[in-house]
T-cell receptor, first 109, second 113 residues
Framework: GNSVTQMEGPVTLSEEAFLTINCTYTATGYPSLFWYVQYPGEGLQLLLK?????DKGSNKGFEATYRKETTSFHLEKGSVQVSDSAVYFC????????FGAGTTVTVRA | DGGITQSPKYLFRKEGQNVTLSCEQNLNHDAMYWYRQDPGQGLRLIYYSQIVNDFQKGDIAEGYSVSREKKESFPLTVTSAQKNPTAFYLC????????????FGSGTRLTVV
C-alpha cells in the first residue's frame, strides 16, 4: 500500500520564522498526496493537495511540491504566525488510511 | 453547507456502559470512517465502510461496533469490552477516487469514569 514517513516533532518556532516539515512517500505509482492540519480540539482539515508529479499545492501561505525524483512532499511556509500552531499530517491517497502521529508545530509570539 | 456532524462534542459515561457516538454527513460521500486519537498519538482506524450495509474492521476494532444502514449515517458504539475507551473519536468521509481527500468531523471526546 501507499505510505508516508513524516518528520517527528515537536517543532517550536518564533513568529515570522520559516517552517519546513519533511514528508517522503512510498507508493506504487504516483498517488495524490495531501497535507492536513489539526487545530487544538478539532478534527483534521485538508490544507492542500497535489495530484501528480511536479504539482504544487498551496493554501493559507503553505506550499508543497510533489517531487518524483526525491519521493517527497515537504510542507513549507515562509513566515509563520501564532495561529499556525497545530498538528500537521502528510498522507497519500488511500481508501483505508491510518494517519501517523503528525508533526506538532508551536509558534511563539 | 455540506459537512460532517459529530455529536455530542463531549460525552461522559460510567465504566461498563455501552455508548454510541453519532456521525452524519450530507456530502453524498460513499465511504465513511471512524478513528481514535490518543494524546500525542496518531489517528488509528477503528472501522470503515465503503458502501451502505457493508463495513470492515480497521486496525483496532476490538471493543467497538458500527452499522451503516444509511449512506448519511455511520454510528459507532463503544462497548464495555473496550478496555480503555477514553479518547478523542473522529469520523471522516471520502469520495471514492484518486484526487479526493478525507473530510473530518469536529470529533467527540469520550471520557469514561
Amino acid at each position: 500500500g501507499n505510505s508516508v514517513t513524516q518528520m517527528e516533532g515537536p517543532v517550536t518556532l518564533s513568529e515570522e520564522a520559516f517552517l519546513t516539515i519533511n514528508c517522503t512517500y512510498t507508493a506504487t505509482g504516483y498517488p495524490s498526496l495531501f497535507w492536513y492540519v489539526q487545530y487544538p480540539g478539532e478534527g483534521l482539515q485538508l490544507l492542500l493537495k497535489a495530484t501528480k508529479a511536479d504539482d504544487k499545492g498551496s493554501n493559507k501561505g503553505f506550499e508543497a511540491t510533489y517531487r518524483k525524483e526525491t519521493t517527497s512532499f515537504h510542507l513549507e511556509k515562509g513566515s509563520v504566525q501564532v495561529s499556525d500552531s497545530a498538528v500537521y499530517f502528510c498522507a497519500p491517497n488511500d481508501y483505508k488510511l491510518s494517519f501517523g502521529a503528525g508533526t506538532t508545530v508551536t509558534v511563539r509570539a | 453547507d455540506g459537512g460532517i456532524t459529530q455529536s455530542p462534542k463531549y460525552l461522559f459515561r460510567k465504566e461498563g456502559q455501552n455508548v454510541t457516538l453519532s456521525c452524519e454527513q450530507n456530502l453524498n460521500h460513499d465511504a465513511m470512517y471512524w478513528y481514535r486519537q490518543d494524546p500525542g498519538q496518531g489517528l488509528r482506524l477503528i472501522y470503515y465502510s465503503q458502501i451502505v450495509n457493508d463495513f470492515q474492521k480497521g486496525d483496532i476494532a476490538e471493543g467497538y461496533s458500527v452499522s451503516r444502514e444509511k449512506k448519511e449515517s455511520f454510528p459507532l458504539t463503544v462497548t464495555s469490552a473496550q478496555k480503555n475507551p477514553t479518547a478523542f473519536y473522529l469520523c471522516a468521509s471520502r469520495v471514492q477516487g484518486a484526487n479526493y481527500g478525507y473530510t473530518f468531523g469536529s470529533g467527540t471526546r469520550l471520557t469514561v469514569v
